[in-house]
């Protein structure tokens, strides 16, 4: 099998503030995220070649994309994985100037979710199914209910008593807010406390209101060209390292197999991430990892399922802070999905944006320590069907 | 002989206390209480579950359904049609809806036996049910209770043969409803109980009983329908019937006036303690009147009834006033702000109603594993189109991990979800219902039960859901 390592780099990435901009349109952010990845690429929007729009209910088609940008009559494509969808559009564009179709391509990805007039997104129910006709009889899951299933059996398989394990959860909440309060364009800047993440209302026991990512609008914008080109836009190139998806054959809701207390498409999409970028020991290989902390168990299911902590002992790593700032792998640097929000589309790109400003040495005050190879990941679909997308990157081009 | 060969009755879990309403209202309470069904329930589901247990009970399946109610969901649309399917009656069985008469369970027990006496049909399964309501601070809403049962009617191994019966039509409008209206209307108590209810009741059981020359002391138990606790011991008196001795427990105190279901509920709670031998006086009252005959035979002390109607009433969980008025929609509400699901698509549900209906999955035939819903490609072993059919209705299961959401659409929040393993391997997430949000536990066991959706897209749209086994 081939392989994408080292044959495109990020020349230029761009990201909008995310929260409840009431003030701007789809079109605004897709143009702001757009210009500003062009800008710190040095080029001018004529110069793409082609390009990707990743988003899940603000647009329809590639039009979406061509029409606020009045982009001429090149190919664009308008792609979709619900959580995933932004890393997607990433794909998109990485395997067309891999290919050599052509030699600059802008992925961009949005969400704008809070012109609704309701709170959340639409039920999980139709996930994977015709939206033109259902049923009826499929179950209506909030995105919390349905991540606390995996904290109720993770619990139970470990023997964590309620009030143990959700004070491990808190932890990961107050981490990435900590975390979120270091940066100006996230949505949420304020710091938590544990006490605060542990009052907070339920909303799926044992998840709270502060468990859960927020509900927000926003853009980011990647220009990815051949690694061959790269030096020409600028001296700090992002290599992709490797882009991995897996997508799940949704057996586990009906095979008594699966148990509840991993994700396998993480499993699967790490392997395959880990092959490609040729690592080892994710954990010590890795500088800094953005993944997908929708629910704060996921992201506690997330340092088992990609390798970093042994099955079952997440715990430990928590407590021994492993995972913050200053720790051994640093994760949700930008404060994650918990501050930034998760607007579906955008949310991919956002990450990618996070693991460029810290492979470039440019995250100010979250700047982590000597960086080499940064990881994002994401989950979209259901827990028991889903889609796990990661992308490696980093500065250097491998020494072979 | 034709006559009952299996019977089940069908009670909520749920209770409301008639001091409860009292409460709420500051008026006189009844006493005792009365059975309420969850939102969840509707006459149609709960005449699922009593047909259900009917055939479970009587090891038997039907080539009949007759379904006999006042509060059919369906104005013009067949009930008994949702209930064949929901039950998996071959497809050659006749259904029927017996509607708008309190009297039509015998009415419709009457139909039935006829069509087997004639050889039409071996075994038809009637079940009656209904869920009336009375206006806020009235005596009905006390009064009233909710409630099914299904009784078969056949030739092969009957418990209760049919000796013989009379029936009259009285037209007196004594309770109503029109079209639109949700509550029961009544005219003047005193003259539509001295002149409709007893008049008319004494008419029919003293025409039977002179028909087939039987006196009062004959008769190891009697029972029959009354509007209330006053009417029923009145006619009792009045016919000269041993008032402790003989007459079947109208069950006011415990379930309420169920309607169309209440002589049917009574005669289950009767057959439940029979012996052979017995002479059972059944009659029946609404826009006239019906009176039974049947004699308990041998059969009786085969038939199962390991689960009687008065361990039903045991499992119960009380609810508040309030939480009635929600389940009914009897107070406006704040609207939810969260996004709407799409109303359902007939033509799916008509092209996947077995598995909707009647809960059938598949079977892989290469691997063994059993899997809902139906699949064309095996998610064990990934044969493809190797599969037989599989029902899980009756399957139980145990709770393998749960959700609470607070964020549901559901009348009642926190919605109870689980993830369901069935003995016997394949799992389905679903509700989980008359599970209060404290109570579910991974391991817990529970069963498959028939329940209402709710209205969307201006149909009733109905799926199985968990619940704790009793």
């Known amino acids: 099998m081939g392989t994408i390592r080292d044959k495109v780099a990020i020349i230029g990435m761009g990201c909008t503030k995310f929260g409840e901009l009431w003030e701007k349109s789809v079109d605004d952010l897709i143009t702001d995220a757009t210009y500003e990845a062009c800008e710190d690429a040095g080029i001018e929007l004529k110069d793409i070649q082609a390009a990707w729009l990743g988003t899940v209910f603000s647009g329809h088609t590639a039009l979406s994309l061509s029409s606020p940008l009045k982009l001429n009559y090149i190919p664009v494509t308008r792609v979709e994985n619900m959580c995933a969808t932004g890393t997607e559009a990433l794909r998109g564009a990485a395997y067309a100037v891999a290919s050599g179709a052509c030699d600059i391509a802008l992925a961009v990805g949005v969400e704008k979710l809070k012109d609704t007039g309701g709170a959340g997104v639409p039920p999980a129910n139709v996930l994977g199914r015709s939206t033109m006709g259902t049923t009826g009889t499929e179950l209506e899951l909030s995105p919390p209910a349905m991540f606390a299933n995996l904290a109720v059996r993770y619990f139970h398989r470990y023997e964590l008593a309620p009030d143990v394990g959700k004070m491990l959860l808190a932890e990961i909440a107050v981490k990435n807010h900590h975390h979120g309060s270091l940066n100006p364009k996230a949505h949420y800047q304020n710091e938590l406390t544990v006490e605060q993440v542990l009052k907070a209302p339920i909303v799926a026991p044992p998840l709270g209101v502060l468990d859960c990512c927020g509900i927000s609008d926003g853009a980011a914008a990647a220009i990815v060209t051949r690694a061959s080109l790269a030096r020409n836009f600028r001296n700090d190139p992002i290599y992709i390292k490797s882009l991995a998806v897996s997508v799940g054959p949704s057996r586990d809701p009906i095979s008594q197999g699966f148990d509840f207390t991993h994700i396998e498409e993480n499993v699967r999409a790490a392997e395959m991430a880990y092959a490609e970028a040729g690592i080892k020991d994710p954990r010590k290989a890795l500088s800094v990892a953005e993944v997908h902390d929708c629910f704060t168990i996921h992201e506690m299911l997330v340092y088992e399922d990609l390798g970093w902590s042994k099955r079952g002992r997440a715990a430990e790593d928590i407590e021994a802070g492993t995972f913050t700032l200053r720790g051994e792998l640093p994760v949700n640097t930008d404060g994650g999905l918990k501050c930034f929000g998760h607007p579906l589309g955008a949310s991919g790109l956002r990450m990618q944006y996070e693991v460029y400003l810290q492979l470039q040495e440019k995250a100010g005050p979250r700047q982590v320590k000597d960086p080499r190879l940064g990881l994002t990941h994401n989950l979209g679909g259901a827990v028991w069907g889903g889609i796990s997308c990661i992308s490696i990157t980093g500065n250097e081009l491998s020494k072979r | ?470």
Request: hydrophobic letters at 40%; charged letters at 25%.
């Open chain 2, 1 to 470: 002989m034709v006559g009952i060969t299996s019977f089940e009755a069908y009670i909520p879990a749920y209770r409301l206390s008639r001091d409860e309403i009292s409460r709420a209202w500051g008026t006189r309470s009844m006493g005792g209480e009365r059975a309420v069904a969850k939102y969840d329930e509707d006459s149609l589901t709960m005449a699922v579950a009593a047909t259900l247990g009917c055939m479970k009970r009587g090891q038997q399946t039907a080539d009949g359904l007759f379904f006999a109610s006042t509060t059919s969901p369906y104005k013009e649309k067949q009930a008994a049609t949702i209930m064949a399917a929901a039950a998996d009656l071959p497809r050659e069985a006749r259904t029927a809806d017996f509607t708008d008469s309190l009297r039509a369970a015998t009415i419709a027990m009457n139909s039935a036996a006829d069509a087997v006496k004639s050889g039409t049909a071996d075994n038809i399964i009637v079940a009656a049910s209904d869920c009336r309501m009375g206006g806020g601070k009235g005596q009905f809403e006390q009064l009233f209770g909710e409630g099914a049962a299904a009784l078969a009617i056949g030739k092969e191994n009957v418990i209760a043969s049919i000796e013989g019966s009379h029936s009259v039509f009285s037209e007196l409008l004594d309770m109503w409803r029109l079209e639109g209206d949700r509550f029961t209307h009544a005219w003047e108590e005193r003259f539509i109980i001295t002149e409709g209810y007893l008049k008319t009741m004494q008419q029919v059981i003293s025409k039977v009983m002179g028909k087939y020359q039987l006196r009062p002391k004959d008769f190891s138990k009697v029972v029959y329908y009354a509007p209330d606790r006053r009417s029923h011991s009145s006619l009792a008196r009045g016919l000269g019937f041993d008032l402790q001795a003989q007459i079947q427990d109208p069950l006011f105190d415990s379930i309420g006036n169920t309607g169309t279901a209440a002589l049917p509920v009574m005669l289950v709670a009767a057959l439940d303690e029979a012996k052979p031998g017995d002479l059972i006086l059944v009659a029946n009252y609404g826009d006239g009147a019906e009176a039974l005959l049947l004699k308990v035979t041998e059969n009786i002390k085969g038939f199962d009834r390991n689960q009687k109607m008065t361990e039903y009433l045991g499992r119960k969980i009380p609810i508040s006033y309030e939480r009635y008025l929600d389940w009914r929609d009897l107070v406006p509400l704040q609207e939810f702000a969260r996004p709407e699901s799409r109303p359902p698509s007939i033509t799916c549900l008509w092209r996947e109603s077995k598995s909707v209906l009647a809960f059938y999955g598949t079977k892989c035939k290469a691997c063994g594993t059993p899997q809902y819903p139906p699949q064309r490609v095996c998610a064990s072993c990934q044969s493809k189109d190797q599969f037989e059919e599989y029902k899980f209705s009756h399957r139980k299961g145990e709770i393998f991990t749960y959700t609470l959401d607070y964020l549901t659409s559901n009348k009642e929040s926190p919605a109870v979800v689980g993830m369901v393993d069935f003995e016997g391997g394949g799992r389905v997430m679903c509700e989980v219902t008359e599970c209060e949000p404290s109570e579910i536990k991974v391991g817990m066991a529970v069963e498959m039960c028939f329940r209402k959706l709710g209205q969307k897209g201006g149909i009733q749209n109905y799926f199985w859901k968990a619940r704790p086994v009793p």
